[in-house]
């Protein structure tokens, strides 16, 4: 083992005592001011030194060392004036550094000035702590901590200016939802369903490509989910460049508004499945309690099936039986039981078809949407109904991931493709027969 000269050797209590440069000094005073106040404060502390030093050196490289004359300059300073940057959701007052021309005709931009100024990041923060659950009258109490000093300079957290900010930001979001351009979007579903809110309605679309993956496609409002509000709803898609053409699977909760606006804007082939979970709920609602148990098992028992038309026998035997004791419900079983077996014709089964046997999906989003919207209490026109929940659904797309049975999308698409084909043929079929025959 190699000695070390006694000379060489310095302990901890000498290294405290060792004289440092004034100005190390007093940044280490300041630091430590600032850490008995908490980390973040200190991170503050050390980023807003680090902020101001990043734009003196910009302005140095473009004018030059402070103190010595160029001939050949072309901005000069400008001294300093008060600007404001975005840190821990408030605005911090800085110093800015301001430079001019050297003929002095124009102010020079400073860069870094402007890439911290940035007010994005404050209108972020407002809208995520909004849709939290924040009000406005308590956004400042739930900021970061930043220190005392930088606490009393802050700015932009009283209740109208957060207002004002997410107002701001949720138009934003809206404009940005509705505006998505759809050409390159291949589809593989389209669920649609509604939300209420404040005595209207909004019909919601997403959208799950070939891949699996989950689009929120738009939100439409109206005073009930009638065909024209859902026509308007499935027109605008294609004008934003969705393909009317391609082979999509269209899950619905059952309204027949719905049914006859697919129908219009896609075509009399496009195949329609119906909600099992909603149609569930509409037959045992109608019946007492101590029925309902037996007539959903075999309900779902004949959904379990592979043969469509075995399911449909017994749906309709079901049917038959309730005639006699609950004919509302009977009547509810028959409505639309043809579109309940669409995944069943299809050949899809498996986890893909649990998936999309209901729209449940859709459902998942519109909770979260609902969950934004948990602490508005008086909603003030459409604009704000409809800014929420276009908020509200580009969180829920934040946190989707692909839907369960993804891998078996291609047969699907195969299968709705072989059964357009089939349809068209059996139409060209019917004219030719139909036509009159001349001797």
Known sequence: MKKVSAPKVVTALEASESPLPPQIQEALGELVGAAREGLLALSVGVGLGVVHELMELEVCEVVGPKGKHSPDRTAKRHGHEDGSMTLGGRRVAVSRPRMRTADDEHELPVESYGYFADRDPLTRAVMDRMLAGVS?????????????EVEQSASATSKSTVSELFVQRTRT????????????VRLAVMMLDGLEIADRVHVVAL?????????????????????????????????????????????????????????????????????????????????????????????????????????????????????????????????????????????????????????????????????????????????????????????????????????????????IERHALTAVANEQVRQEVSQPVTV
């Open 136 to 148: 406005t009258r308590k956004f400042a109490r739930v900021g970061e901590p930043v220190g005392e």
């Open 173 to 184: 979001a809206l404009g940005e939802l509705m505006a998505r351009r759809l050409d390159d």
């Open 207 to 415: 959208g799950i490509s070939t891949e699996g993956v989950k689009i929120p496609l738009g939100l439409w409002e109206g005073s009930t989910e009638n065909a024209t509000l859902a026509r308007t709803l499935l027109a605008d898609l294609v004008d934003r460049g969705l393909d009317p053409g391609q082979a999509i699977l269209f899950v619905i909760d059952g309204g027949k508004a719905l049914r006859k606006a697919i129908k219009d804007v896609f075509g009399e082939h496009a195949l329609v499945h119906r909600c099992h979970r909603h149609k569930e709920r509409n037959v045992t609602d109608l019946l007492p309690e101590r029925d309902r148990e037996m007539v959903l098992a075999r309900i779902r028992g004949a959904w379990a099936l592979t043969d469509a038309e075995l399911a449909k026998q017994r749906l309709e035997l079901l049917a038959g039986e309730l005639d006699r004791t609950w004919p509302d419900a009977a009547g509810s079983l028959r409505e639309g039981m043809h579109d309940t077996l669409t995944l069943m014709r299809l050949g899809i089964d498996g986890q893909l078809a649990k998936t999309l046997s209901s729209t449940n999906p859709c459902e998942s989003m519109i909770e979260i949407v609902r969950y934004t919207q948990r602490n508005v209490k008086h909603w003030q026109d459409g604009d704000m109904r409809k800014r929420w929940t276009a908020a509200g659904m580009l969180v829920a797309e934040q946190q989707f991931r692909r839907i369960i049975g993804y891998k078996d999308l291609a047969k699907l698409i195969i299968a």
